[in-house]
Nanobody, 122 residues
Framework: QERFVESGGGWVQPGGSLKLSCVAS????????MAWWRQTPGKEREPVAT????????YFAESVSRRFTITRDNTKNTVFLHMNNLKPEDSAVYFC???????????????WGQGTQVIISS
C-alpha cells in the first residue's frame, strides 16, 4: 500500500527558508514522477512542484517559481522541496504524492500522508 511521510515544516519568518522531505513507500518510486501539493483551510489542495522520474526536469506553480526547487533521491525513495524567500502566502500544509502523467495536476494515489505544516509569519 502506498504511503507518504512528510517532514521538515515549521515556523519561519518571511524571507526565510525550509527544506521539506517526503519518504514514499509501497510502489516503485523511481518509476514515478513525484510532486508536492499544498493546502490551506477552506481551499483545494494545489500542486506546487513536480519532478520527473529521474530528476532531470521539474516545473513549478507560478506562485513559487524562482523561489522553490524540487529534488529527489531514488536510492532513498525521498523527494525534497527546497523553499527559499518564503512569504506569508506560502503558509499551508504540504503533501507529496506521485503522478501518472508529468503535466497532470492530479495525484496518482488516493492515499495521502499527514502532511507537514509550514507557517510563515513575523
Amino acid at each position: 500500500q502506498e504511503r507518504f511521510v512528510e517532514s521538515g515544516g515549521g515556523w519561519v519568518q518571511p524571507g526565510g527558508s525550509l527544506k521539506l522531505s517526503c519518504v514514499a513507500s509501497g510502489f516503485n518510486f523511481s518509476s514515478r514522477h513525484m510532486a508536492w501539493w499544498r493546502q490551506t483551510p477552506g481551499k483545494e489542495r494545489e500542486p506546487v512542484a513536480t519532478i520527473s522520474k529521474t530528476g532531470g526536469s521539474a516545473y513549478f506553480a507560478e506562485s513559487v517559481s524562482r523561489r522553490f526547487t524540487i529534488t529527489r533521491d531514488n536510492t532513498k525513495n525521498t523527494v525534497f522541496l527546497h523553499m527559499n524567500n518564503l512569504k506569508p502566502e506560502d503558509s499551508a500544509v504540504y503533501f507529496c504524492n506521485a503522478k501518472l502523467e508529468y503535466r497532470n495536476r492530479s495525484p496518482l494515489y488516493d492515499a495521502w500522508g499527514q502532511g507537514t505544516q509550514v507557517i510563515i509569519s513575523s
